[in-house]
């Protein structure tokens, strides 16, 4: 039978062509029958999708890690540019700053661009890489919102506002640039105070070591521009109408002794008033301690904490108006008490002491007094804490000489004999370490002030720090405190069981005098109550504050129990105790306190700023817990 050319089987000719059936591909065949081809088919789909999965892959992988050096590579070229940007301001080149600013902004911009892409964002996901993919891309972020918001703004007033804006000439600070920076300060401000919490939040725990000693660099980075620009901005809304802008000002300038210790640092000397007006600043009436008697009454209601604490002498006598930590109190009892006897009204109260007048005196350079004497960086400390007492007994002698330097190094720096810079590292310095305070009567300038370390006041302790207070009370009556080392330290900070954190501070007293203080010093400074305290002898009253809510457990020294009584200052644990050496004796006290609930994972002390004075930070574990 003839068959069609081409068929695999016979078929007769005539025989009708079987239907076509859409399906019947996969219908199987009968067994026995020849196995279809189409799982080979199906395997091959599949192989394709998974090479095609890879090839993405590989590819995705490439991209971000071509972007992340060339992000690397934009990040390293911007944070030389950012120190020179900082080089250029301080030296005034504000075009040159201008230039730096600008190539700061283009790679730092270019490496946010390169972090943020949606493969970036994607691949962040990824374990382990995701971390690290997640830490490069918000640090960038945070470089490109600096440079941005914060440093190009800056640069731009850079001509027009620095710091030889804030010297004064004949007396004489110039407003202008003040009142015109302010705008561009106060959103720089801002900016960085973002890019702060911003960099703070960045997760560096399970990241690669460059990666983590990055965003620490940055941190501390944007912390420290934070402080620079916070200060600056600051100063532009403040010093306007400190120096008379909307009107006259009277300011009281409190020199303090640190030869006879205070919490904020030492017994208020010498006084004198700093009258402002239009920018203008002039030295008014001076006085000292001596012509201040004890009030008959408080001065002005004392909070309850303080007065149980201190005493109503805080409110009587001038010389004990700082017995209290909170100078804010301080300088309203100082102008209240200037007001009722001279009266002045008091805008504002400065205190200062001779240490931080040495950081001044190096901007200054030296100056010649009345007396002869030529008053130096080198030489301000030891002439006027114990010299002084030496040559004048006669303690309206010793004020005439206080008077006579705060006059002449005031007449220095108003007449604008003084290097710009470093007067304001000086002041910058003096008030780091708690030197230079301020309290100002007007209530939106305190509120300024609040945030600052020109406030002073009771410590702040935050989610990552606990901070303590260590404050000092001179209780012999002498000026031995020059002789006095004070050395601080938080000890140790244990978790316990129940997850309280367990704090020891330690304080260290010692006094360096020579072995015959006693009698070879003059009864001035030696002390002139030997019927209650050792002439020689140094005896303080230390009061610890720590964080609210804490409890003091247990007051030793030499693994004995250390006599010591508690109390509370406006929600502060306080813990105090009295401690006398004689000439070159020394003593450590140690208090064991019970903290509330912290996740603080530093602790630190704010001391009395004494003529020698130490403290030891230490990083503390993190607890979580409650005293019950």
Same mark, same amino acid.
């Given at each position: ?27 199987? =065949? ?23 999965? /890879? ?219 700093? *009258? ?36 109503? =002498? ?8 700082? &017995? ?92 604008? *004999? ?51 207070? /260590? ?79 804490? &409890? ?19 929600? *502060? ?56």
């Amino acid at each position: 039978m003839p068959t069609r050319p081409g068929a695999d089987s016979a078929t007769p000719a005539d025989e009708p062509a079987a239907p076509y059936e859409p399906n019947a591909g996969l219908v199987p =065949r009968e067994p026995g029958g020849s196995q279809p081809r189409h799982p080979r088919r199906r395997k091959r789909i599949v192989l394709f999708s998974v090479l095609g999965v /890879v090839v993405l892959l590989v590819a995705a992988v490439a991209w971000v890690g071509i972007r992340a050096l060339l992000a690397k590579g934009e990040l390293e070229k911007a944070i030389p540019l950012a120190t020179k940007v900082e080089q250029n301001l301080a030296s005034g080149d504000s075009a040159a700053a201008k230039r730096a600013s600008a190539a700061l902004t283009k790679h730092a911009g270019k490496a946010a661009e390169l972090t943020s892409d949606p493969i970036w964002r994607v691949a962040e996901i990824v374990p382990w890489l995701g971390g690290n993919l997640t830490a490069v891309r918000q640090a960038a972020a945070v470089t490109d919102a600096v440079a941005e918001h914060a440093v190009a703004p800056l640069t731009g007033v850079a001509g027009n506002f620095t710091v030889a804006s804030l010297k004064p000439k004949n007396g004489t600070v110039d407003l202008g640039p003040l009142a015109e920076a302010a705008p561009t300060l106060h959103a720089a401000q801002l900016a960085l105070a973002d890019a702060k919490t911003q960099a703070h939040a960045i997760k560096t725990g399970g990241t690669i070591g460059a990666v983590a000693s990055a965003v620490s660099q940055l941190v501390k980075g944007v912390d420290t521009a934070s402080d620079v620009v916070d200060a600056a901005a600051n100063a532009t809304q403040l010093l306007p109408s400190m120096l008379g802008a909307d009107g006259p000002r009277n300011y009281l300038l409190l020199i303090q002794n640190p030869s006879e210790l205070r919490s904020t640092g030492g017994v208020s000397g010498a006084m004198a008033v700093l *009258h402002t007006d239009k920018g203008h600043i002039a030295l008014g009436k001076q006085a000292s301690t001596m012509d201040f008697r004890k009030f008959p009454s408080e001065v002005m209601p004392l909070p309850t904490d303080t007065a149980a604490l201190y005493g109503p =002498r805080v409110a009587q006598f001038i010389q004990n108006i700082n &017995l209290t930590p909170r100078y804010s109190l301080s300088g309203e009892l100082a102008a209240t008490m200037w007001k009722k006897k001279f009266g002045i009204t008091i805008d504002g109260v400065f205190k200062i002491d001779p240490v931080a007048l040495s950081y001044l005196l190096k901007a200054t350079g030296p100056v010649k007094l009345a007396t002869g004497d030529t008053l130096s960086s080198d030489n301000a400390v030891p002439l006027l804490l114990s010299e002084v007492y030496q040559r004048y007994p006669d303690p309206r002698m010793q004020d005439a000489f206080f008077a006579s330097v705060a006059s002449t190094v005031f007449q220095k720096i108003t007449a604008g *004999h003084a290097d710009a810079s470093a007067l304001v590292a000086a002041l910058a310095k003096a008030g780091g370490e708690g030197r230079i305070l301020l309290w100002s009567g007007h209530p939106a300038e305190q509120k300024v002030l609040a945030g600052t370390t020109l406030a002073g006041g009771l410590p702040v302790s935050t989610s990552s720090t606990s901070q303590y207070g /260590v404050y000092l009370n001179d209780s012999t009556g002498s000026k031995m405190d020059y002789y006095l080392k004070v050395s601080v330290g938080v000890a140790s900070r244990v978790c316990r069981a129940d997850g309280h954190p367990n704090t020891r501070v330690s304080v260290t007293l010692t006094n360096t005098a020579p072995t015959d203080a006693g009698t070879a010093l003059p009864a001035y400074v030696a002390g002139p109550v030997p019927d209650t305290v050792t002439p020689g002898h140094i005896r303080n009253k230390v009061a610890i504050y720590a964080p609210a809510g804490s &409890l003091v457990l247990s007051t030793t020294s030499g693994g004995a129990e250390f006599p010591a009584n508690a109390a509370v200052d406006e929600g *502060h644990t306080v813990g105090q105790f009295e401690v006398e050496l004689a000439p070159g004796a020394s003593k450590t006290v140690t208090m064991n306190l019970l903290e509330t609930k912290s996740t603080a994972t530093r602790a630190d002390a704010v001391v009395t700023p004494a003529l020698s004075t130490s403290v030891k930070q230490m990083v503390a574990p993190k607890c979580s817990g409650s005293v019950n």
